[in-house]
């Protein structure tokens, strides 16, 4: 597969795509600028094209040279609504910005067409390579499958993999997943409260939904630590309140916003239903009407266990020992490559970006303005994600599980 001359060939052009995308973000599911640097990017190509129509998707298959199944590799490629604060000379340019690395993930995912198509002929089936819009809570991967990425090659696929890029956390280079549950599953909370507006000199003739709202918010903490077991994690943030217009007015009514994380099923059942009513019961109490809306948001990120030992054996493999680390218990950010690995086994793969100089436990996180995500590991992500196809597809073509690949190979 690629050799390190072969993908370092690429980087130059794979930092011209991504600091393009990068000075021009584009938000939701309508990316008609990134799409179009796409598509120039992958021309010349022998893939087969095919456009979203409900949102402005890209999936290109590569049909390999010997029959197979299919692997899909995905990119997402839409951008935050806050502005960024780096003072790059390539930031954005607008009220928008690449904070999750998604313009990285999509110059990977070019790079990574670029290598596979140049071993076609080796190459043991197809790859579906999903250039995908809409992550940022717009169910981008939910409706691609709706307009039938799965079935791009005329089969779906045996396995599927993404990278996530982190400019913080990790160090700079390292590859990390686990079997199992990577990231969490989240929910929306929005709590609107409605009692009796009046003066702020008689609060005794209102219903205060300033006051009830603040006793739901300190209360809900409390939620977690008597539902979700110790060993076990769920996270509840409130991100949004809005009240009022003066400072002597009680408000009739205050609304307050904010995401709910968990791991499992179970943790999450207990939590809405714990959530709702405690909402109700505190505005009981205060006199006051509260209505608790829980919106799923997105599943928990569970990895197969075989394609996660797979994608570390890969890593390990393309790049030494010294370049992965087992992820030792979940994150409780969520991802909508969910929805895939929902139908499909397959494993996302963390991939520290933090630039060399800068200590990844103090970096800026994703999705703070000020996050920087090192862009000479292009062609790392690109080789290590052609890697993973041709390699499954190779697996396959022996007609071997992973766990047997694996075991011949130990022995």
Same mark, same amino acid.
Request: a negative charge; glycine letters at 10%.
């Given at each position: 597969?690629?050799?390190?001359?072969?993908?370092?060939?690429?980087?130059?052009?794979?930092?011209?795509?991504?600091?393009?995308?990068?000075?021009?973000?584009?938000?939701?599911?309508?990316?008609?600028?990134?799409?179009?640097?796409?598509?120039?990017? &992958?021309?010349?190509? +022998?893939?087969? *094209?095919?456009? $979203?129509?409900? @949102?402005?998707? #890209? /999936?290109?298959?590569?049909? %390999? !040279?010997?029959?197979?199944?299919?692997?899909?590799?995905?990119?997402?490629?839409?951008?935050?609504?806050?502005?960024?604060?780096?003072?790059?000379?390539?930031?954005?340019?607008?009220?928008?910005?690449?904070?999750?690395?998604?313009?990285?993930?999509?110059?990977?995912?070019?790079?990574?067409?670029?290598?596979?198509?140049?071993?076609?002929?080796?190459?043991?089936?197809?790859?579906?390579?999903?250039?995908?819009?809409?992550?940022?809570?717009?169910?981008?991967?939910?409706?691609?499958?709706?307009?039938?990425?799965?079935?791009?090659?005329?089969?779906?696929?045996?396995?599927?993999?993404?990278?996530?890029?982190?400019?913080?956390?990790?160090?700079?280079?390292? &590859?990390?997943?686990? +079997?199992?549950? *990577?990231?969490? $599953?989240?929910? @929306?909370?929005? #709590? /609107?409260?409605?009692?009796? %507006? !009046?003066?702020?000199?008689?609060?005794?003739?209102?219903?205060?939904?300033?006051?009830?709202?603040?006793?739901?918010?300190?209360?809900?903490?409390?939620?977690?630590?008597?539902?979700?077991?110790?060993?076990?994690?769920?996270?509840?943030?409130?991100?949004?309140?809005?009240?009022?217009?003066?400072?002597?007015?009680?408000?009739?009514?205050?609304?307050?916003?904010?995401?709910?994380?968990?791991?499992?099923?179970?943790?999450?059942?207990?939590?809405?239903?714990?959530?709702?009513?405690?909402?109700?019961?505190?505005?009981?109490?205060?006199?006051?009407?509260?209505?608790?809306?829980?919106?799923?948001?997105?599943?928990?990120?569970?990895?197969?266990?075989?394609?996660?030992?797979?994608?570390?054996?890969?890593?390990?493999?393309?790049?030494?020992?010294?370049?992965?680390?087992?992820?030792?218990?979940?994150?409780?950010?969520?991802?909508?490559?969910?929805?895939?690995?929902?139908?499909?086994?397959?494993?996302?793969?963390?991939?520290?970006?933090?630039?060399?100089?800068?200590?990844?436990?103090?970096?800026?996180?994703?999705?703070?303005?000020?996050?920087?995500?090192?862009?000479?590991?292009?062609?790392?992500?690109?080789?290590?994600?052609?890697?993973?196809?041709?390699?499954?597809?190779?697996?396959?073509?022996?007609?071997?599980?992973?766990?047997?690949?694996?075991?011949?190979?130990?022995?």
């Amino acid at each position: 597969m690629p050799t390190s001359t072969e993908s370092q060939a690429l980087q130059a052009d794979l930092v011209r795509l991504r600091r393009a995308i990068h000075r021009d973000p584009e938000l939701g599911l309508d990316l008609p600028r990134t799409r179009r640097r796409v598509l120039d990017a &992958l021309a010349g190509l +022998p893939l087969e *094209l095919t456009l $979203g129509q409900e @949102l402005g998707s #890209v /999936t290109a298959v590569l049909r %390999g !040279g010997r029959p197979g199944p299919a692997v899909l590799l995905r990119g997402d490629m839409d951008a935050l609504p806050l502005a960024e604060r780096t003072g790059l000379d390539y930031a954005s340019r607008v009220e928008a910005m690449h904070a999750c690395g998604h313009d990285l993930h999509t110059a990977m995912l070019v790079g990574a067409a670029h290598l596979l198509a140049r071993r076609r002929e080796n190459l043991s089936g197809d790859v579906i390579f999903m250039f995908q819009p809409g992550e940022e809570g717009q169910d981008g991967a939910a409706r691609m499958i709706r307009e039938g990425v799965l079935e791009a090659a005329g089969a779906p696929p045996i396995a599927a993999y993404a990278i996530h890029v982190m400019s913080a956390r990790f160090p700079h280079g390292v &590859l990390t997943t686990r +079997p199992g549950a *990577l990231l969490a $599953g989240g929910d @929306l909370l929005h #709590v /609107t409260v409605r009692g009796k %507006g !009046g003066h702020g000199s008689a609060p005794h003739l209102a219903r205060d939904t300033i006051g009830a709202a603040a006793a739901m918010i300190t209360a809900l903490p409390g939620l977690l630590t008597r539902t979700v077991a110790p060993q076990d994690t769920a996270v509840l943030t409130i991100g949004a309140i809005h009240a009022g217009s003066a400072g002597n007015v009680i408000p009739d009514s205050t609304e307050f916003r904010g995401t709910l994380r968990w791991h499992t099923p179970e943790i999450r059942d207990a939590l809405r239903a714990g959530l709702s009513g405690t909402c109700r019961s505190i505005g009981h109490a205060f006199g006051v009407e509260a209505d608790a809306h829980v919106t799923p948001y997105v599943t928990a990120t569970v990895n197969d266990a075989a394609e996660a030992a797979f994608a570390a054996d890969v890593a390990t493999a393309l790049h030494g020992p010294h370049r992965f680390e087992e992820l030792p218990q979940p994150l409780c950010a969520g991802e909508d490559f969910s929805n895939i690995l929902d139908h499909i086994p397959g494993a996302m793969i963390l991939l520290g970006t933090c630039p060399p100089d800068t200590d990844p436990a103090t970096a800026p996180d994703i999705h703070s303005p000020y996050a920087i995500f090192d862009d000479t590991i292009l062609s790392d992500g690109a080789s290590y994600l052609a890697e993973l196809a041709f390699r499954r597809l190779e697996i396959a073509a022996t007609s071997k599980t992973i766990a047997e690949q694996s075991l011949s190979h130990s022995a």
